[in-house]
């Protein structure tokens, strides 16, 4: 359920990381390949009543079950599609998931000279890289769900 | 209206022991009472809203939990039962959409809130249990019940309106499991 951007992928070096650059309500976002735990078809939410911004519901995958983080809606957009992903990721508080759009994943290795900071404060990154004139950040996936970042 | 009651509380269990919790639907989504604080379920056989009922002389306020949970918004559904607990000096009515019945499930099923939900909700549930390819959140007794230990009103009823039958159906049954 993954594309590579034409490059092989080389492992990850000091020099350099490997993403995985996917897309949420049309926005393009990328994450470490390392903070990844799968990708998989989006089944429907269980919503559990709470405070905690953004972390309103679970997912079930089998007897498996997840937070979820609503990334669409800490971004303020809505995801596209009809067959959404779920992105898993290695929280350091437990794995979460993220429902995304249905447009496949694409596998990316950026040389960290590229990497630059993050300016928006929408998601939390630990930087972003320009891709033509869109800035992609690269989510710090720690502090998802973390309060303010 | 009717009411099915528990004849008697369940010893406490052992670690290894099955729990047992009283499975409801409220607001469409599934919701788990702790057997153990289980007194009843009362039904309203003409589809009426559920009053506060008087059991055996005593006032079980009404909880709104779809309010509490944020859940009124989700729609209007029949709130024709009402399950009734006790917890101490607190008593109370939760209305519930639906009774499923009661499930057995060992401790290491009780699985805990992810830590990810960082806010009051730590206090509002027990934990979680698979059930029918969804969830059930299975709410703390004390949370659904603490605003209601300076409601308890005590009331003899001259002439009770509602009949206090003995546990029978599915919930007679699924009680001798726990």
Same mark, same amino acid.
């Given at each position: 359920m993954?594309?590579?951007?034409? =490059?092989?992928?080389? =492992?990850?070096?000091?020099?350099?990381?490997?993403? @995985?650059?996917?897309?949420v309500g049309g926005r393009r976002l990328a994450v470490r390949t390392l903070e990844v735990g799968g990708i998989s078809q989006w089944h429907e939410s269980i919503p559990v009543s709470g405070r905690t911004p953004f972390v309103s519901g679970v997912v079930r995958l089998n007897q498996i079950v997840l937070p979820v983080f609503d990334l669409a809606a800490a971004l303020q957009r809505t995801v596209q599609g009809t067959s959404l992903l779920c992105l898993r990721m290695k929280h350091s508080l437990g794995d979460l998931a993220?429902? /995304?759009?249905?447009? /496949?994943?694409?596998?990316?290795?950026? #040389?960290?000279?590229?990497?630059?900071?993050?300016? #928006?404060? #929408?998601?939390?990154?630990e930087g972003s890289y320009a891709h033509g004139q869109e800035e992609v950040p690269? @989510?710090?996936?720690?502090? @998802?769900?973390?309060?303010?970042? | 209206m009717s009411v099915s009651m528990k004849r008697e509380k369940r010893a406490t269990s052992a670690s290894t022991s099955p729990l047992c919790f009283l499975v409801t639907t409220i607001g469409g989504r599934y919701f788990g009472f702790e057997a153990e604080y289980l007194l009843g379920v009362q039904t309203s056989e003409n589809g009426e809203s559920l009053q506060d009922p008087v059991v055996q002389g005593i006032t079980y306020r009404v909880v709104d939990l779809a309010?509490?949970?944020?859940?009124?918004?989700?729609?209007?559904?029949?709130?024709?039962?009402?399950?009734?607990?006790?917890?101490?000096?607190?008593?109370?009515?939760?209305?519930v959409q639906k009774v499923h019945g009661l499930l057995d499930v060992h401790l290491s099923q009780l699985l805990p809130l992810p830590a990810q939900f960082r806010g009051p909700e730590r206090v509002w549930y027990r934990g979680m249990i698979l059930f029918d390819h969804s969830v059930v959140l299975v709410l703390n007794t004390a949370w659904v019940l603490e605003e209601q230990l300076e409601g308890v009103v005590s009331k003899i009823e001259s002439q009770g309106t509602e009949s206090i039958v003995a546990l029978q159906g599915t919930m007679q049954s699924k009680d001798q499991a726990c």
């Open positions: 993954l594309r590579t951007n034409g =490059h092989a992928q080389h =492992h990850e070096t000091s020099r350099s990381w490997n993403l @995985l650059v996917f897309s993220v429902c /995304i759009d249905e447009e /496949i994943p694409v596998l990316q290795t950026l #040389d960290r000279s590229m990497i630059q900071p993050y300016r #928006d404060r #929408d998601v939390p990154a690269i @989510l710090s996936v720690s502090r @998802l769900g973390m309060g303010v970042w | 309010v509490r949970l944020n859940l009124a918004t989700e729609g209007r559904w029949d709130r024709t039962q009402g399950v009734l607990l006790e917890d101490g000096r607190r008593r109370g009515c939760v209305s």
